[in-house]
Every structure is written in C-alpha cells, then in structure tokens.
C-alpha cells in the first residue's frame, strides 16, 4: 500500500527537539520514505492545512493552546485527515476528548521507538482511507436512497421501518411512516393479505439474506397495488426494502389480455354466425314449406309445432346477431368533445334511476381537461351502461356513486366508481363475457358492447372490485402526442 510512495507529515510540536527525534526515527524505517515538514505553533500550522499532507502528527501542549483545538481545525479542512497525538503522559481524559475529535491514535512520547512509530502511522492513515471510502459510499447510498423515483426504506430485523426515502413518502403518505411521530411504523401493516405477511415473517425466522416477493401494498386512501418487494439484508439487523410498483405493468397486461380476449369472441362470433345463420335459414325454409304442403288436419292436430320452430329460430338469430354486433369494432363518427359534458350527458339519460334510489352523486372533474375526439353518442351509450350497473349494484340507502376524470401520462381518465355489492374474484375475469351476467334478467351483452365501444376508439377499460365495498371501472383514451 505505501511501497514506492512518499508520506508527507505535518508535525506540530513547540518543542523542536522533539521534531529532530521523530525525524530521525523516521530516517530508520528503510522501506517506507518519511517527508516531515514542522510547525511550532497553532498559529503557524493552520497556513499550511490546505497542503497535500497524508498524516498529522499533532503535540497535546502547543504553549498558549491545545492540540485539541488544532485538530479541530484540520478536521473541518479534511473531515476523514489522519491525524495522531502525542502527549508526555498517558491520560484517559485525553484519550478520550481526542478519539471524540477524530484522532486516529495517540503516542506518549519517549516511550515509543521507529518500529512503533512506522506502525502508528501505516494504521491511521489505511483507517483514515477507509473511512473515506466509507464515507463515499454512504453519500452515493444517500443519493440513491434519496433520488430513486421507486420507493426504498430501511426497516430492522423485526420489520419496523427506520428510514423511508421521498418516493416512499409520496406514495405511501404518513400514515405508513412520519419521521415527527414517536409511534412505531411496521413494514408488515402495508401487507393486506394473510399470506404475504406470513411470508414476511418467514424470511426473518429463517434468517435470509435476500428475497424478492410479489405481493400486494397497501398504499395511501386505502388503495392497493401490485408490488415487486426486493428485500436484501444490509448488515446484522437491518435491511434495505426496494418496492417496484407493477401497477402500470399489470394494467398493460390486463388491456392487452381483454384485446385478445375481445379479438378471439369476435372470431368466434363470426364463425358461429356463419354455421349458425345457414341452417336457421334452411330450418325456417322448411318450416314454411312443411305449413303450406301439410294437409288442414295435420296442421290443427299437431297443434302449434311449426309456430315453435320459426320462433325459436327467430331468437337464435337475434341471438346471434346481438353477439357479432357487440363483438364487431362499429363505425365511428368521431368529433372534438368535453369528457366531462359527455359524463353530464349520460347521468341525465339515468336522473330518474337515481332520483329513485337515492344514490348521491360526486363528481370530481378536472376542470382544464382538454377535449377528446370520440363519437359521442356511443361513448355515451358505453358511460350509460356503467352508470346503471353502478346504480343497480348500489344498496338502497347510503348509496354513493364518484365520477372522475383527469389527464395523465397524456391519457384521458374516466372512472366510475360505487360504494356498492361489489364483484366476486371469480366473476370479475368473465365480466366482459359475451351473454355473461349474474342478474335475473339481461341479455349479458351490455359491457360487451361497452367494451367494444371503448375498444373501437383505441382505449382500454378496465375494473378493480372487492366484494362489500364497491366496484371501480376506469376507462382511458389516448391523447394525441
């Protein structure tokens, strides 16, 4: 580490004699070259601070003053400066108010020889790189921690969290942890589910290192999202916790998988109106032919069999009808209008439901939104099937329904959100299923055909819902870039 390198000391010392004989001690160490340059006083030390010295060597007693009050000097100058004292007697006061400023080490003179002293010197100064290394480290750790638009914290063997960076504040809001509070915050309470949280207590008993698991968080509002939680152990008992929210990700697949999904009942409708129509044809042919060539008696004693089959027929073929027009993209007449005149615009079609049930309305628009270019009518037939979902999912008392819109990531938003029943798990991924409905009554084409409008102008809908708390529907259009 020091071999070929010249190590430039500066050594305080009123007393000159003692300069001389650490001088020479130094000129007795053969692989190491020693360059000491002296100062006598406080006074004519602090000029020469700003040299490039490797190692302070600082005397206790500098006449009228202290070292103690030099090293405070060097230490403002170079904060990691290695820097020893020497003192004539061995004091722990001294040791102790010199360790608290710094120091290195300290040598009790005349009781130390050149092997000792090359010894001292080699320690401070390979203690003193470290600790700047060190230092280093912990600014771009700092600067990480503090910068990274992810959300990041600290939290100690027993998942209480020590320190959040401001991405994790924004998202996550005080409630999961304030710095100001005496309360004590816990990584585990953002973990909605039983299992996440077992899985939490896992990793600790079973003392690992590092793990990554998927789960859900619980961030400000009440809201949930799907994470990425990388955790990886920092030392004994404290590690770091790196959250990835997959929101955005999971969207993306989820509008990608309703596209496929919507694009393949298509094909299928298709495929099926072509095998279905041509027989119905051909069966209501018949039928007509059987009424006009069956004798009068035949006709009365079978009753009305034939009236069946062309009725049946008929439903089939509207059947099959509704289900290539909710499945086909329409033709759109598209023009410049205001999201938030449109959502006015269907809540009027459905007053009268409202009035009924008493749902209370809250609108939340975006007041600068910019216009979208939609064909209005259908977006309104789309927002009309939501809003009467919504209501119809609503209990009768206590009903609330929020509409919203906004403009981010150059995307018109829409959501439509109930305090209503809410939608099983199991029902939420057949939501947009052809003839799928959990009513009594209805076609169950209603959000098909939503969500073939939405589809038709290029956007996306998609649904959260949990059961007993309500059901949120956001609708989003792309702006023009």
């Known amino acids: 580490m020091f071999s070929g390198k010249k190590i430039k000391i500066l050594y305080v010392d009123d007393d000159p004699d003692d300069f001389i004989l650490a001088s020479s001690l130094l000129k007795k160490i053969t692989d190491t070259t020693y360059e000491l340059e002296g100062a006598t006083s406080l006074e004519e030390a602090i000029p020469k601070l700003g040299k490039n010295f ?76 470290l600790m700047e290394s060190l230092a280093s480290a912990a600014v771009k750790f700092r600067s990480i921690f503090e910068l990274a638009t992810d959300p990041f914290l600290l939290m100690d063997d027993q998942g ?65 999202i799907n994470s990425l939680i990388s955790i990886v152990k920092q030392d004994v008992s404290i590690y770091q916790v790196l959250i990835k929210d997959l929101s955005a990700i999971k969207a993306k697949e989820e509008e990608d998988l309703n596209l496929k999904k919507f694009s393949s009942t298509g094909r299928i409708a298709r495929l099926l109106a ?54 086909r993209f329409t033709e759109l007449d598209s023009k410049s209008h205001s999201i938030n005149t449109l959502l006015d615009e269907a809540l009027e079609h459905v007053n009268d439901r409202i009035e009924f049930k008493g749902v209370t309305i809250q609108k939340n628009y975006q007041t600068d939104i910019c216009d979208i270019n939609v064909d209005g009518e259908k977006i309104k037939i789309a927002l009309i099937n939501l809003i009467v979902n919504a209501i119809e999912a609503i209990p009768e008392k206590g009903g609330k329904l929020l509409l919203k819109t906004s403009i981010k990531e150059n995307q018109c938003r829409i959501e439509i ?38 589809l038709s102008h290029g956007g996306a809908i998609r649904v959260k819902s949990e059961v007993g708390k309500g059901t949120s529907f956001l609708i989003t259009f792309n702006l023009p870039g």
């Open 54 to 129: 490797d190692l302070f060597l600082v005397d206790y007693r500098l006449g009228k003053d202290t070292g103690l009050e030099l090293i405070r000097e060097i230490k403002v100058v170079r904060k990691h400066a290695p820097v020893i004292m020497l003192t004539g007697m061995s004091t722990g006061n001294i040791d102790k108010e010199a360790l608290n400023l710094g120091v290195s080490d300290y040598l009790v003179k005349g009781e130390f020889d050149a092997q000792t002293l090359d010894r001292t010197l080699r320690y401070a100064i390979r203690d003193a790189q």
């Open 160 to 224: 209480e969290i020590l320190e959040v960076n401001p991405a994790f504040q924004k998202k996550f809001g005080a409630k999961a942890y304030d710095p100001n509070s005496d309360k004590s915050f816990y990584f585990k309470n953002l973990l909605p589910e039983e299992s996440s949280r077992q899985e939490l207590d896992d990793f600790f008993f079973n003392n690992q290192e590092m793990y990554d698991m998927e789960s859900l968080l619980t961030i400000d509002h009440g809201h949930s």
């Open 274 to 327: 072509h095998e279905v129509k041509n027989p119905l044809t051909t069966i209501l042919l018949s039928a007509d032919q059987l009424h006009m060539e069956l004798p009068e008696s035949v006709l009365v004693e079978s009753g009305d069999l034939i009236d069946v089959i062309r009725r049946n027929c008929d439903r089939i073929n509207h059947l099959v009808t509704q289900l290539l027009d909710s499945t």
């Open 417 to 454: 959100r109930d305090n209503g029943e809410g939608i099983p798990k199991e029902n939420l991924e057949r939501l947009f299923e052809p003839f799928f409905t959990s009513k009594s009554t209805g076609s169950g084409l209603g959000l098909t055909n939503t969500q073939n409008i939405i």
